[in-house]
């Protein structure tokens, strides 16, 4: 079992930079892939980016493709969304997801594939 916790959300103006981090509990980080979501108020949590075990393998949203990057400190059991040219569309409460896989290059970007969630972060975008 491995806990979630974010941090890293605030408020930006558009344009800006923020990066979220994603610390996990647990000594078997290195067996979880890992994603990130978003959800704006009154909207279904969407699919932002997932990574592999290993970090080599990344898939992104195509709204935040070239703009968002996912990556991992397996030492440091935390995962990273590093999030640059942010636009007002991007305000949402971000959450991270884990799920135990055998597969080392493997991703997952539906919700449904994974069992482990964080609290969730604010971002809030200004224009």
């Known amino acids: 079992q491995v806990q979630l916790v974010e941090s890293g959300g605030g408020l930006v103006q558009a344009g800006g930079s923020l990066r979220l981090s994603c610390a996990a509990s647990?000594?078997?980080?290195?067996?979880?892939?890992m994603g990130w979501f978003r959800q704006a108020p009154g909207k279904e949590r969407e699919f932002v980016a997932a990574g592999s075990r290993s970090g080599r393998s990344t898939y992104y949203a195509d709204s935040v493709k070239g703009r968002f990057t996912i990556s991992r400190d397996n030492a440091k059991n935390t995962v990273y969304l590093q999030m640059n040219s942010l636009k007002p569309e991007d305000t949402a409460v971000y959450y991270c997801a884990a799920v135990a896989t055998l597969y080392i290059d493997s991703y997952y970007t539906s919700n449904y594939d994974y069992n482990y969630w964080g609290q969730g972060t604010q971002v809030t975008v200004s224009s």
């Open positions: 647990g000594r078997t980080f290195s067996s979880y892939a």
